[in-house]
């Protein structure tokens, strides 16, 4: 690293964040003279001023292995790492606090790998934004809540639980949110979005109809307790009507036996129809032996040659057996 920054002053050639990024994670490690092993040390980050005002930026733009690079430091027992580096800078100034968490947010959707994600997540999390920079990073939270990966989205609905009492809290902007979020393959996010949403109506019931309507996506689950969750918070907050009834219909039969009971009031019963009980047709028996059914004999040379056409084709089974009988006396 140290190499690149000095060519680059002198003019040799210009870096890329590509080239910054390969060795950047490495910087707070120096070799001890007296051993192999390495130590945390700010010597570098502290030597050239591009480091902080440029450099450490380029983290929140493009993949790294700083995620890597924090553990290894972890396990090797180091007494700090990057994230320590950002708490020491964002608190003494030097870094700007609330860039660092929104960009720290915004990386939910810069298509790093899942480990990367969650080192950011964890980067904003150990930072622990009050409640102020929460309200003012409230549109880059509801970005986070679109991520790929689970952990951003997880983290983001945790800090709403208490987010969402404030009422500077963007419930118009939270809203829209609603089906991805209820109809997530993680329970946990499920749940914690129930959590929000019960915050939210006890704090205003302005929007009762609009998230009763949208609870109706967490129906979709075959987990019995989300939907019971579901349905406690619904009965809560929605009257039995015909206005209940009409949003919940079209949920009726993804309903589990244990909900449908819970929501039995809300739940139009159709007019019970009387069976049509169809006659069956009356099948006239016919007595296997009559005369309709005996077997003709033959008398004569030509009802033998008659016989003889209609038996080449076999269309009843005493053909062949009368047949054999039939040649020894006319054949």
């Not at 390969?22 to 051993?35: E, R």
């Not at 089974?317 to 009988?325: A, E, K």
């Amino acid at each position: 690293y140290e190499y690149l920054v000095k060519w680059e002053r002198e003019g040799y050639f210009q870096t890329t964040p590509e080239m910054i990024l390969t060795v950047l994670p490495g910087i707070l490690l120096k070799n001890k003279q007296d051993s192999h092993e390495r130590e945390y040390t700010l010597e570098l980050i502290e030597k050239y001023p591009i480091t902080l005002d440029t450099h450490v930026w380029y983290l929140f733009e493009a993949p790294s292995n700083v995620d890597w690079a924090d553990k290894w430091y972890k396990r090797k027992d180091s007494k700090g790492n990057w994230c320590d580096t950002f708490i020491k800078y964002t608190s003494e100034g030097r870094l700007n606090r609330l860039r660092v968490l929104r960009e720290s947010l915004l990386t939910a959707n810069r298509n790093f790998n899942k480990t990367q994600t969650g080192w950011f997540v964890d980067l904003f999390m150990v930072l622990e934004p009050t409640l102020d920079e929460q309200i003012a990073l409230q549109n880059e939270l509801f970005a986070a809540l679109t991520c790929t990966w689970s952990k951003p989205v997880s983290n983001t609905l945790k800090l709403f639980k208490k987010l969402a009492a404030d009422p500077r809290f963007k419930v118009e902007e939270f809203l829209p949110l609603l089906p991805v979020l209820l109809m997530s393959e993680v329970k946990g996010i499920v749940v914690s979005t129930l959590a929000v949403l019960e915050v939210i109506l006890k704090r205003n019931n302005e929007w009762k109809e609009t998230i009763s309507a949208a609870l109706c996506n967490a129906f979709f689950s075959k987990d019995e307790e989300v939907q019971k969750k579901t349905a406690t918070l619904w009965m809560k907050y929605m009257t039995p009507n015909a206005k209940a009834c009409e949003i919940l219909a079209p949920y009726a039969d993804t309903l589990l036996m244990s909900t449908r009971t819970l929501l039995k009031e809300y739940l139009e019963v159709g007019e019970e129809v009387p069976a049509v009980t169809q006659e069956e047709p009356v099948v006239e028996s016919i007595h296997p032996i009559n005369d309709e059914n005996r077997i003709p004999e033959l008398t004569s040379v030509e009802d033998f040659a008659f016989f003889l056409s209609q038996a080449l084709d076999l269309p009843e089974p005493y053909y062949f057996d009368h047949l054999l009988n039939n040649l020894v006396l006319w054949g």
